[in-house]
């Protein structure tokens, strides 16, 4: 059974840093890409990060690309996304999911149970 969690969201100001974590269950890792989404107001849903340890892949969208950085903890179950050089066009709310990573980015099931409940970020001074 796919587990997810988010965390680590919060008010940061532009050029600040933040790490999100995704706690999940072995299963989940073991079976499943996870991808990191987000959300802003009124904007679509963008696919930001994601990574494969059974593929051995990672991918950035270019809106993130060199800023970002995803990475897992297997002793942990947890998966994180250190975000560096934040700004106000990064705030959104943070979903992570359980699909596939390929080199086009993540994909996740639409079912709720593949999807995290969200954590907000908001840049802003």
């Known amino acids: 059974q796919v587990q997810l969690s988010e965390s680590g969201g919060g008010l940061v100001q532009p050029g600040g840093s933040l790490r999100l974590s995704c706690a999940a269950n072995?299963?989940?890792?073991?079976?499943?890409?996870i991808g990191w989404f987000r959300q802003a107001p009124g904007k679509e849903r963008e696919g930001v990060s994601c990574?494969?340890?059974?593929?051995?892949?990672?991918y950035y969208a270019d809106s993130v690309k060199d800023r970002f950085t995803i990475s897992t903890d297997n002793a942990e179950n947890t998966v994180f996304l250190q975000m560096t050089d934040l700004t106000p066009e990064d705030t959104a709310v943070y979903y992570c999911?359980?699909?596939?990573?390929?080199?086009?980015?993540?994909?996740?099931?639409?079912?709720?149970?593949?999807w995290g409940k969200g954590t907000p970020v908001t840049v802003s001074s």
């Open positions: 999911a359980a699909g596939y990573c390929t080199e086009l980015g993540p994909e996740a099931p639409s079912g709720s149970n593949y």
């Open positions: 990574i494969s340890s059974s593929l051995g892949t990672t």
């Open positions: 072995k299963f989940t890792l073991d079976y499943y890409g």
